[in-house]
């Protein structure tokens, strides 16, 4: 069975109470507590009869995987529009792109003589850490409230912050005395 369609399977099977307390219980077996089997000292073959012949039913048919297998397909085969099939290309082309300058570089570095090995490490995880692409954050849209405007009938989500015209000033504000005299220590009331 293919490893995706088991886990879409299994997530499906979770929805259902019934199906989801079974799967729960099929996790625990004799084995779930047992310690590793060199520590009994079990012979070779025994190990492995048991790795392939005790294995967990789990409540899961074949019919349910074949199913899903077949709305997969079904994905996959949809024709897609040309812009798509270039979006796709430019992506793996630039994959590509990047992979091969890294590893140029990974060479470079490998095989600069006048670093030490210490350096060299010290280079190529800085190396790494600029390839790890890193997930961008949304931009705050600021949207302007207006006084007769009962409610925002557009979309909301995180990138959208209200404010009114009053706010803006007063950010303004602290943000020019900020950069004119600092920071300002705010008092803490008494008690």
């Known amino acids: 069975m293919n490893y995706e369609t088991m886990k879409i399977a299994m ?10 307390r079974a799967l729960e219980e099929s996790a625990f077996s004799t084995r779930f507590y047992a310690q590793d089997d060199e520590q009994y000292g079990l012979p070779d073959w025994f190990v492995q009869d048991e790795l392939q012949n005790n294995q967990p039913n789990r409540p899961i048919t074949a019919e349910d995987v074949a199913e899903i297998k077949e709305k997969l397909k079904e994905i996959n085969s949809m024709p897609r529009t040309k812009k798509e099939r270039e979006a796709v290309a430019r992506k793996k082309m630039h994959a590509h792109q990047k992979l091969s300058q890294a590893q140029e570089k990974t060479q470079e570095i490998i095989n600069r003589e006048d670093l030490s090995e210490r350096e060299k490490i010290k280079k190529l995880k800085q190396l790494q850490s600029k390839s790890i ?3 961008k954050m949304a931009k705050m849209v600021y949207s302007n409230l207006h006084k007769g405007q009962a409610a925002y009938t557009g979309k909301v989500s995180r990138s959208i912050k209200f404010v009114d015209k009053r706010m803006k000033k007063e950010i303004r504000a602290e943000k020019k005395r900020e950069k004119k ?11």
């Not at 997530?11 to 989801?20: I, N, P």
């Not at 005299?181 to 008690?191: D, F, L, N, S, T």
């Open 133 to 135: 692409v890193k997930p």
């Open 181 to 191: 005299y600092g920071k300002r220590i705010e008092k803490q009331p008494k008690r």
């Open 11 to 20: 997530a499906q099977s979770m929805l259902r109470k019934k199906t989801s």
